[in-house]
């Protein structure tokens, strides 16, 4: 599975605010320190103003913040809000006109999958991922997780 650039953005726009929780961020700043168009980066500060992530404030001196604390905010009920077709196989998805839908195993499989997917997610907030510095100019080193992943072991 690949992330849609939007979610990959709404990523990195939450992480830098949530580096700067004493003041006000602007969508410039944030283009500019992760190398990001502005007009893409306006349509995912929309997106997660509507969907209760950040507070926006219009105006010269407007910007925004977080609207919950970094520990309130999981990964996975952002990529839920951020990613628009998370049907992986055209049987999972409003469309389908698939002639093996009814007895095709495979459509179980791929739904499971998803869900484990959205699961190991939904484990971390963004507090797990915030970089112990704020970005100075240019894109910042990502940090790992402060949580283990589960190691989990497929085969039988």
């Known amino acids: 599975m690949r992330l849609t650039q939007h979610s990959d953005y709404a990523m990195r726009l939450l992480m830098y ?3 700067h929780p004493d003041r006000l961020c602007t969508i410039s700043e ?3 320190a992760y190398d990001i168009s502005e007009p893409h980066l306006m349509k995912v500060t929309h997106r997660l103003g509507q969907n209760g992530w950040i507070d926006t404030i219009r105006g010269k001196n407007g910007g925004m913040r977080l609207a919950k604390p970094p520990k309130d905010i999981r990964l996975g009920a952002v990529l839920r809000d951020t990613e628009t077709d ?5 049987c999972l998805g409003p469309n389908n006109r698939c002639s093996l839908s009814t007895g095709c195993g495979l459509t179980g499989i791929v739904h499971g999958a998803l869900q484990a997917f959205l699961e ?3 484990q971390y907030t963004l507090a797990d991922i915030l970089p112990s510095a704020p970005p100075a100019t240019g894109p910042s080193a990502m940090a790992p997780p ?3 992943p589960k190691v989990v072991n497929w085969v039988k």
């Open 17 to 19: 605010v949530g580096q």
């Open 30 to 32: 944030v283009a500019r």
């Open 86 to 90: 998370l049907a992986l196989v055209e």
């Open 120 to 122: 190991y997610f939904d």
């Open 146 to 148: 402060t949580k283990q």
